[in-house]
Nanobody, 123 residues
Framework: EVQLVESGGGLVQAGGSLRLSCAAS????????IGWYRQVPGKEREGVSC????????YYTDSVKGRFTISSDNAKNTVYLLMNSLKPEDTAVYYC????????????????WGLGTQVIVSS
């Protein structure tokens, strides 16, 4: 059974940084692409980033390019999302996801995800 536990969220001022962690278990970590999506109440899920296990390629939605960095630690079965230069519009609950398929056709509505971690960016 896929288990994903997110942590690292919190309240930060605009321009600040946070590093989210996703501890994964219940599957072969080396075989599955892993991503992050975020959701604001009343809005659709937004795929934020994804890391490919086959070649380490990374993917980002346009609004976070240059500010967010996804990485993984295979020894710890953990994926990270380093978020710099945070903006109030980054406020959301952030979820780690093992998507159906892979990063190239990543749809945040299909896959296995954790309970999320709240990020609040104040202006």
């Amino acid at each position: 059974e896929v288990q994903l536990v997110e942590s690292g969220g919190g309240l930060v001022q605009a321009g600040g940084s946070l590093r989210l962690s996703c501890a994964a278990s219940g599957f072969n970590f080396d075989d599955e692409d892993i991503g992050w999506y975020r959701q604001v109440p009343g809005k659709e899920r937004e795929g934020v980033s994804c890391i490919s296990r086959s070649d380490g390629s990374t993917y980002y939605t346009d609004s976070v390019k240059g500010r967010f960095t996804i990485s993984s630690d295979n020894a710890k079965n953990t994926v990270y999302l380093l978020m710099n230069s945070l903006k109030p519009e980054d406020t959301a609950v952030y979820y780690c996801i093992v998507p159906w398929g892979d990063c190239s056709n990543y749809d945040p509505n299909f896959g296995s995800w954790g309970l999320g971690t709240q990020v609040i960016v104040s202006s």
